[in-house]
T-cell receptor, first 112, second 116 residues
Framework: NAGVTQTPKFQVLKTGQSMTLQCAQD?????MSWYRQDPGMGLRLIHY???????DQGEVPNGYNVSRSTTEDFPLRLLSAAPSQTSVYFC???????????FGSGTRLTVV | GENVEQHPSTLSVQEGDSAVIKCTYS??????FPWYKQELGKRPQLIID?????GEKKDQRIAVTLNKTAKHFSLHITETQPEDSAVYFC???????????????FGQGTILTVHP
């Protein structure tokens, strides 16, 4: 198993550009989430999904969209990048609600 | 929604000492409490978890305790070693019903430094 795969690992965007962060897992996990991690802020939930076709907002959803058309994939779309979205983004997946999340290796995004 | 508070934000101990990190949560419906360790530049990794039907769980040098009445849970590391130095995160999750179903909320993290 590859686990949770995130691409790209690094990205620089200009303000106003859009892009999609990819996340895929091969563990047949129902639960998937996107977090952003900023220095001193811990892990903040952006969006999450409890199964294909089901998504919901987390703590900081503004400026981001998600979709879950398959169990394996959970892409995160930045609609119009802003410097405040400079962060490390982690995708994570879990078998169920009371099992630990497995994290991807992260995407370091810089918006200039 | 759920709010998880974690203390202390930094913790410095001598090798061989014990370390304790405490978390409180706000939503009494939370019933799954994992702990993660994140080394510098790496992804968070699950080190131990506890479910609400259990008061304590141990795994070698680490243990977690849960007090559902007081809505707090703690991580205990005994005989600390320099390789335990990392950022530790607690988290809480609700597993059924309501608007927060399936949502895992993290505390702010504790930077643990173990001095040789």
């Amino acid at each position: 198993n590859a686990g949770v795969t995130q691409t790209p690992k690094f990205q620089v965007l200009k303000t106003g550009q859009s892009m999609t962060l990819q996340c895929a897992q091969d563990m047949n996990h129902e639960y998937m989430s996107w977090y952003r991690q900023d220095p001193g802020m811990g892990l903040r939930l952006i969006h999450y999904s409890v199964g294909a076709g089901i998504t919901d907002q987390g703590e900081v959803p503004n400026g981001y969209n998600v979709s879950r058309s398959t169990t394996e994939d959970f892409p995160l779309r930045l609609l119009s990048a802003a410097p405040s979205q400079t962060s490390v983004y982690f995708c994570a997946s879990s078998l169920s609600f009371n099992y630990g999340y497995t994290f991807g290796s992260g995407t370091r995004l810089t918006v200039v | 929604g759920e709010n998880v508070e974690q203390h202390p934000s930094t913790l410095s101990v001598q090798e061989g000492d014990s370390a304790v990190i405490k978390c409180t949560y706000s939503d009494s419906a939370s019933n799954y409490f994992p702990w993660y360790k994140q080394e510098l530049g790496k992804r968070p990794q699950l080190i131990i978890d506890i479910r609400s039907n259990v008061g304590e769980k141990k795994d070698q040098r680490i243990a977690v305790t849960l007090n559902k009445t007081a809505k707090h849970f703690s991580l205990h590391i005994t005989e600390t070693q320099p390789e335990d130095s990392a950022v530790y995160f607690c988290a809480a999750s609700i597993n059924a019903g309501g608007t927060s179903y399936g949502k895992l909320t993290f505390g702010q993290g504790t930077i643990l430094t173990v001095h040789p």
